[in-house]
């Protein structure tokens, strides 16, 4: 095997991950519950290196060297955990903004997971394969399967329970989109891991979020499952601001949108009070994430681009499976 080419999408939370019960092991505080989307990809090439190190190309530029100091880390746990002692070539890019809110860590680490393992013949199980993407970045454990997905929170101290696994594949729910509003691509302030220990830390209202989210968790699958859209959306918005309002309500405050997401999603209920079945979510950051059908993507995307501030939509139905290429 001279090289493997390893292709994944990113992923969006309806119920929503925000907390590490482990920071070294990236366990989280709750379960979570995504889609992926076949938009928004990762695409990363891996090789032997005949050098004694590890050579990586993050989107065909210079790259800040936290970006690949995580992935460099990483790398040497994979090394460590599987008892290898060989280098890598890494070629890596997306096909949407790095570190803007748009969960590229997600499809990032997921597929440098599949492709060290696939390249070292490991043969690892999609559990396995979850664990490990988990120690890049939580969210990646998710982005293993494509589809609508799982993350079990788990229970045991080493983190051998905490996987995800997929509850319904691409073909389930055919006429569902999601639209990424990108509002802002530049690089966001304050990173995942520094705004889930400050909301962990300080937030007074975090608990009650935990609580009510499990319960969340148990309806969301059953109205996913009957494909009641009203039902998912309502739940995933409530189970978002749950979220949000932990996150404003820590110390210091952490408030990752601009004025156009406020817009943005202002009219997204103006739209739903006039009769169109459209929900948001965001993550940590300005972006907005909208559920809707097909049928009314094109004059939602319309209503949305006309907002100032808003730079460009992405349309993404749900994605398949990772694909990957050995030659
Ligand atoms: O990408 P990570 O592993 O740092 O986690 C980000 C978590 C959120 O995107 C904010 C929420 C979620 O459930 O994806």
Redo the contacts with the bound molecule.
Sequence with gaps: MKSVTVRTNAN??LI???GKRDEKLFLPTKS?L?ITLDALATTTTLEYSSQPHDAITLNWQPHSQSSVQKIIDFIHLFRTTYSISDHFVIKTHNNFPTGAGL?S??SGFAALAIGLATLCRLNLSQRELSILARQG????SRSITGGIVIWHKGELPDGTDSYAEQLFDEHHWPELRILVVVINDATKKIS??DGMRITTTTSPSYGQWLKTSEKRMVEIIPALAAKDFLHVGHIAEQDWSGMHTSMLDASPCLDYWTTTSYIVMDTIRALRTKGTPVFFTT??GPNVKVLCFHNNASLIKQTLASIPGVISIIESTVAGKPSITVT
């Design positions: 969006i939370s929503k991950y925000w979570s995504i969960a860590s997600s970045s939580g969210s990646a995942s891991r993550e940590a």
